[in-house]
């Protein structure tokens, strides 16, 4: 839960108490967390993270984790085979099979049963583009209007509906990763319903924005799968509110210059996310304080099967403070990461990141990074298959 008016005690790591009021000790450092929002570290299971840059492998990829811990993030789930650096936040491995969205049917019933047998977490993107393999945006009268091959909605129903076939014939334990329409998010609800053992995330962009933010041809607005209709983002909405969908990603992907400045139906899809991932969310009215602080931080780690974090007396001191009245506009004075290919560029927000506690130690503080605080890092692995 939220904290919003109660003091919080951290030792070695650890929190130690959790009071109404707490007498400051000599010695002890504050951090002024009024008006703000105390929460767990921010938890993403869906961000890509770059292994090359302009700036060398290494550097470009601490520069994105450092804009990870600037965003409140401080677990990062990815499937990207990183190289071990010094100093980061935490980096884990998908903790099962993972599939990406070009696997053939035949090859997840295979990792639907290893998984099964061994109480695996199967991971899994639905293929969107199956039977539309030049499909570069949603299917509507705008990619019509803008000479664009679409991508149906019933494209991704389908692979959804098979997907969940495949979870209740090997009572498989199966995560499907950035549901997208409105349907899809039925599905998931009905087969939660029947019992059927299926968690589903979706990603900020499609709780933020439509199909229209490609106008223009934006190459930042080319995700996977594609930006729906505001009937779907309704849906969306409505899928975390009441828990059909259970988290919520970042969908970070990075793209250089050299992607976005050629033409549309070319460059890969993906876009930038971290840093638009909590105050996005908490910036939907129609879905509770509380819930949506759950749908990044305690489910994301549910769908994993990892350890929950909390703010609890004896738990390890993960912890965001969160001011939501702070506003700003995301451009390049303000952009946390090292590459720009956000659909968000120019538009404001509302709430951002002020202190950030990291296994107990001070890592960002009154929205700067303390960089000689960083944690070393203890371990970064590739995916197990």
């Not at 990183?82 to 935490?90: F, G, K, S, Y």
């Not at 091959?149 to 209740?168: K, Q």
């Amino acid at each position: 839960m939220p904290y919003t008016s109660t003091d919080l005690f951290i030792d070695e790591g650890v929190v130690v108490s959790i009071k109404k009021s707490l007498t400051r000790r000599r010695g002890e450092e504050v951090l002024d967390a009024t008006g703000c929002l105390v929460v767990p570290g921010v938890v993403d299971i869906g961000a890509r993270l770059v292994t090359s840059g302009a700036f060398g492998r290494d550097r470009a990829l601490g520069n994105e984790l450092k804009g990870a811990l600037l965003s409140g993030v401080t677990t990062i789930f990815s499937s990207t085979e990183e190289v071990a650096l010094p100093t980061l936040p935490r980096v884990s491995a998908i903790k099962g099979v993972t599939f990406g969205s070009e696997a053939r049917g035949i090859e997840v019933v295979r990792a639907a049963i290893e998984c099964s047998a061994r109480g695996k977490v199967l991971y899994v993107v639905p293929s969107v583009t199956r039977f539309c393999p030049s499909g570069v945006m949603h299917e509507s009268p705008l990619s019509f209007e803008m000479g664009l091959e679409g991508i149906p909605a019933a494209a991704e129903e389908a692979a959804i509906a098979e997907l969940l076939e495949i979870a209740r014939s090997y009572r498989v334990r199966m995560h499907i990763a950035k549901i997208s329409t409105a349907r899809s998010v039925e599905l998931v609800r009905r087969a939660k319903a029947e019992g059927i053992t299926v968690t589903a995330g979706v990603s900020v962009h499609h709780l933020l924005l439509t199909e229209d933010a490609v106008r223009g041809f934006d190459a930042s607005a080319k995700l996977y799968p594609p930006l729906r209709s505001e009937e779907d983002r309704v849906a969306l909405i409505g899928g975390v509110r009441d828990g059909a969908i259970d988290c919520v990603v970042s969908d970070h992907h990075p793209k250089g210059e050299e992607e976005m400045n050629i033409e549309f139906a070319r460059t890969p899809f993906g876009s930038i996310g971290l840093q638009v991932m909590l105050p996005g969310i908490l910036g939907l009215n129609d879905i509770a304080t509380e819930r949506a602080i759950d749908a990044v931080t305690a489910a994301p780690a549910r769908c994993m099967g990892a350890e929950v974090q909390s703010i609890a007396v004896g738990a390890a001191a993960d912890i965001v403070v969160f001011d939501p009245n702070s506003e700003w506009t995301l451009d390049r004075d303000t952009n946390l990461s090292g590459w720009r290919n956000s659909p968000h560029w120019g538009a404001k927000f509302k709430g951002r990141v002020r202190h950030v506690v990291l296994g107990g130690r001070l890592v960002v503080q009154d929205g700067k990074f303390v960089e000689e605080q960083l944690l070393p890092q203890e371990e970064i692995k590739k995916v197990s298959n």
